[in-house]
């Protein structure tokens, strides 16, 4: 006989759908119906990053990609599927790019600690690090020199989002489309605004 496996998770299920419904009767007929998110989020997989909860936002109001060290890399088709889809077809207005302190990620390609796929996905970071390794270099504390290399990450990838041709379509046809960097912290629970918001291609330039 099969044993019922995470019993728990499912009851947990059953009692938060019907939180939901005793607080808001409809609440899943609209979720049924369309998703028209404003917001895409792409961050880090690490699982005490919460995207709907830090922001506070409902589901259906955030569309989100994640994957380790919040990357935004041009040659990959999953997150530049998910990013057509939510330029092209969603319309969002804002693009958050969201890593956050302490990304193990980050740390692992900082540290030269990876290998075979994971090795090879966590290269972009080892590149930011190379053209920043100065800067990174007359920072002594290793924990403030690994955040510094997350906010430098987050800056890469807004470059990346920035440089797609999917947001400069959208520029090039007047849509409304704000990209932005942030870093959260897991010792605050606060997200740290790096001002490196891009909102057309006139922005791009500033970014270095």
């Not at 728990?8 to 028209?36: I, P, T």
């Not at 804002?94 to 090795?119: F, R």
């Not at 007359?138 to 999917?166: G, H, P, T, W, Y």
Request: hydrophobic fraction near 40%.
């Amino acid at each position: 006989m099969a044993v019922n496996m995470l019993d728990h998770l499912k009851a947990r299920n059953r009692a938060w759908a019907g939180r939901m419904v005793s607080e808001d009767e409809d609440f899943f007929r609209r979720l049924e119906s369309r998703q028209v998110p404003e917001y895409l989020w792409i961050g880090c997989s690490d699982s005490r990053v919460l995207p709907n909860e830090i922001i506070s936002l409902a589901p259906g109001e955030l569309f989100v990609h994640r994957n380790v060290a919040n990357l935004a890399p041009p040659q990959d088709a999953n997150y530049r599927s998910v990013l057509q889809y939510a330029v092209d077809e969603l319309k969002v207005k804002h693009i958050l790019v969201v890593g956050h302190y302490g990304c193990g990620g980050v740390a692992a390609a900082a540290e030269g600690k990876t290998a075979g796929a994971i090795d090879h996905w966590l290269h972009p970071v080892r590149e930011v690090k190379e053209q920043h390794q100065a800067e990174l270099d007359d920072i002594q504390n290793k924990s403030d020199r690994l955040d510094r290399l997350c906010e430098l990450n987050v800056v890469s990838q807004v470059r990346n989002v920035a440089s797609d041709v999917f947001v400069r379509e959208a520029w090039k046809n007047g849509q409304v489309l704000n990209i932005h960097g942030w870093v959260y912290s897991l010792s605050t629970g606060l997200v740290n605004d790096l001002d490196v918001t891009v909102s057309g291609i006139e922005d791009f330039a500033r970014l270095g």
